[in-house]
Every structure is written in C-alpha cells, then in structure tokens.
C-alpha cells in the first residue's frame, strides 16, 4: 500500500462544502483511476486517466471533478455532494499499456452529512 | 460487455481447513483474471493473475486460482485456511480483446471470508 497513498484518510463534509481528495503513486505507472466502493455493491470504476489525459469517465455526476496534473498525482475536487455519496473512495494506477494489475491506495471513507 | 459473479456473498471455513471461493467471469474474448483482497479500512490487494498459460496460478499469502475456460470459473483456493486469510476477497475480470474496455477491470461484489478459529 505504500506504493499508493491518499490523504485525507477520513472525510466528513456538509453538502455544501468544496473538498478534494489526494491521490499519489510511487511506481512509476502511467495509468490511475477513482473508484467508489459502497456497501454491498461492486467497484464502480468513475475515472481513468493514461499519461495525464482522462480516458473514462462512466457517467459520474458533474459533483466530481478530477484532475491530473501530472501521472504521479490524482486529485478529486467535491462540491455540494450527497448523502449517497458516502462511501469509501479508492485510488489506484497501473502500468498504461499491457494487462498487469491494479495497485490501490488504502481509500479515503467520505461521510455526506 | 465484461462481467463477474461471486456467488457466495460469505464464505465460512475452520481454521486449517482447505478454502475455495468462487468466481465466473463473461468476456468476448480471452480472459485476463485477477483476485485481489481487503482487509478492514484498507484498499485492495493483488493477490494472484492469470494472463495465459499453466491454469493453476500461485499468488501472495498460499493462495492460488484455477482458470477453467469452459467452465469459465476462476476459484481462488487455499489448502489450510488462517484466521487471518478473512478478508473480503473479489474476482475482477478484464476482456483481453484490444481496444474493449481497455482500461476497465470489472469487479465482482465480493465474499467475505470467515476463518473460525
């Protein structure tokens, strides 16, 4: 988990709020994505990013924003989110252009009050 | 379209016991299969692949999968279970055809596994 960080850890916000998640990785992959992960449900993929640029985007909602600077940093900018929107949000990143694993970040638990 | 499915949402074993949890996988071509593990507040783990090759694929921690394609199964196993192997444990599966989905890896909803001293 070392290879991936993510800060903050833990995340309360009202709904009107602007917060942002932090994602960085050390391996020196070139491919990092979001993940939001809820209770009882599968993974749901929201972004991918390949060398900066944002490949997938599956229908999130405008409320989250991504941004990637650079292919070492991930960020996701929130606004006026909610209740829903609390869960468990995953970063993760890969090697961009062969089928080799995912190495996540230990998530950041985000509560909408 | 790719999909997984854990059919079990729990699992529980004896300690010492031999372990499997299931995973079917549906993809247009061939399969890339992973297993990965979580343990409490923490993210996901790589536990073991299968690309091509040999069926029997050994990870991290004892653990291994075996592919079978036509049964289109992915079962992680371990022949004597710890008390600390329970974890939530989830099968992904990514479509090995160039071009679908290239980045997406599509997860089951996981099993918890219970290892019961």
């Known amino acids: 988990e070392t290879g991936v960080t993510q800060t903050p850890r833990h995340l309360v916000m009202g709904m009107t709020n602007k917060k942002s998640l932090k994602c960085e990785q050390h391996?020196?992959?070139?491919?990092m994505y979001w993940y939001k992960q809820s209770a009882k449900k599968p993974l749901e993929l929201m972004f991918v990013?390949?060398?900066?640029?944002?490949?997938e985007n599956n229908s999130v909602p405008s409320r989250f924003s991504p941004e990637c600077p650079n292919s070492s940093h991930l960020f996701l900018h929130l606004h006026t989110l909610q209740p829903e929107d609390s869960a468990l949000y995953l970063c993760?990143?890969?090697?961009?252009?062969?089928?080799?694993?995912?190495?996540f970040g230990p998530g950041t638990r985000l509560t909408v009050t | 379209a790719q999909s997984v499915a854990q059919p079990e949402d729990q699992v529980n074993v004896a300690e010492g016991n031999p372990l499997t949890v299931k995973c079917t996988y549906s993809?247009?071509?061939?399969?890339?299969l992973f297993w990965y593990v979580q343990y409490p507040n923490r993210g996901l783990q790589f536990l073991l692949k299968?690309?091509?090759?040999?069926?029997l694929v050994k990870g991290s921690y004892g653990f291994e999968a075996e592919f079978n394609k036509s049964q289109t199964s992915f079962h992680l196993k371990k022949p004597s279970a710890l008390v600390s192997d329970s974890a939530l444990y989830f099968c992904?599966?990514?479509?090995?055809?160039?071009?679908?989905?290239?980045?997406?890896?599509?997860f089951g909803k996981g099993t918890k596994l219970s290892v019961i001293p």
């Open positions: 391996l020196g992959h070139n491919a």
């Open positions: 992904a599966v990514r479509d090995g055809i160039a071009g679908a989905g290239s980045y997406q890896l599509t």
């Open positions: 993809v247009s071509g061939n399969p890339y």
């Open positions: 299968y690309i091509t090759g040999d069926n």
């Open positions: 990013y390949n060398f900066k640029e944002q490949t």
């Open positions: 993760a990143s890969s090697q961009s252009a062969t089928p080799l694993e995912q190495y």
